[in-house]
């Protein structure tokens, strides 16, 4: 079973930055993407990025963090989301997770979630 690990998160006032970043504790095939996710207190789950490599190099972002934030990953499989400009709508607990997208970048099945990270933002 692999194990994703987050760190990064924090509170910050509204304008500020972060970076979240997610170690896997073993190589995640290619054929897998890779995505982050985060669920506010009383709201759903909600997708907030997701990143493939196969069989080209792809993201996705929700329409509400476009243009602030990004998405990648090095080489040694670790997932980031740089986060600028935050909102107080972007409080919530933070979720790296691994799964199954199609080529247009369609979330469709999960494989593995990590145990996540809190974002408080302050106005």
């Known amino acids: 079973q692999v194990q994703l690990v987050e760190s990064g998160g924090g509170s910050v006032p509204a304008g500020g930055s972060l970076r979240l970043s997610c170690v896997p504790s073993?190589?995640?095939?290619?054929?897998?993407?890779m995505g982050w996710f985060r669920q506010a207190p009383g709201k759903e789950r909600e997708e907030v990025a997701n990143?493939?490599?196969?069989?080209?190099?792809?993201t996705d972002y929700a329409d509400s963090v476009k243009g602030r934030f990004t998405i990648s990953k090095d080489n040694e499989n670790t997932l980031y989301l740089q986060m600028d400009n935050l909102k107080p709508e972007d409080t919530a607990m933070y979720y790296c997770?691994?799964?199954?997208?199609?080529?247009?970048?369609?979330?469709?099945?999960?494989?593995?979630w990590g145990q996540g990270t809190q974002v408080t933002v302050s106005s």
């Open positions: 997770a691994v799964g199954i997208c199609s080529m247009a970048g369609t979330w469709f099945r999960d494989k593995y």
């Open positions: 073993e190589y995640i095939d290619s054929k897998y993407c």
């Open positions: 990143l493939d490599t196969d069989p080209r190099p792809r």
